[in-house]
Nanobody, 124 residues
Framework: QVQLVESGGGLVQAGGSLRLSCAAS????????MGWFRQAPGQEREFVAA????????YYADSVKGRWTISRDNAKSTVYLKMNSLKPEDTARYYC?????????????????WGQGTQVTVSS
């Protein structure tokens, strides 16, 4: 069973950058599609980005496309989310998720494992 631990969140000014990391325990990291989601207070958890396990394709929410990059290092069992040009509306708790099934999913229900999240706050 893979366990996920996020890090790298914090407080940043609008226009700044952060890089989130999600370290996975276990030896099956490469067999999971990895995703990032975020949830602001009072809002539903929403898809941000995903990196598939097989083809290595990446997918992004329209709101972050062109600003952020998801990547993974299977040797380190880690997935990253580099966030550039941050906006106040990006403020949320960010969660790493792992999906066992093939392919890609935008819904939170399509992922099997979750981390505890890391807070990102963007000040204006």
């Amino acid at each position: 069973q893979v366990q996920l631990v996020e890090s790298g969140g914090g407080l940043v000014q609008a226009g700044g950058s952060l890089r989130l990391s999600c370290a996975a325990s276990g030896r099956t990291f490469s067999s999971y599609t990895m995703g990032w989601f975020r949830q602001a207070p009072g809002q539903e958890r929403e898809f941000v980005a995903a990196h598939t396990r097989s083809s290595g394709n990446t997918y992004y929410a329209d709101s972050v496309k062109g600003r952020w990059t998801i990547s993974r290092d299977n040797a380190k069992s880690t997935v990253y989310l580099k966030m550039n040009s941050l906006k106040p509306e990006d403020t949320a708790r960010y969660y790493c998720a792992a999906r066992r099934s093939l392919g890609f999913a935008r819904s939170a229900g399509g992922y099997d494992l979750w981390g505890q999240g890391t807070q990102v706050t963007v000040s204006s």
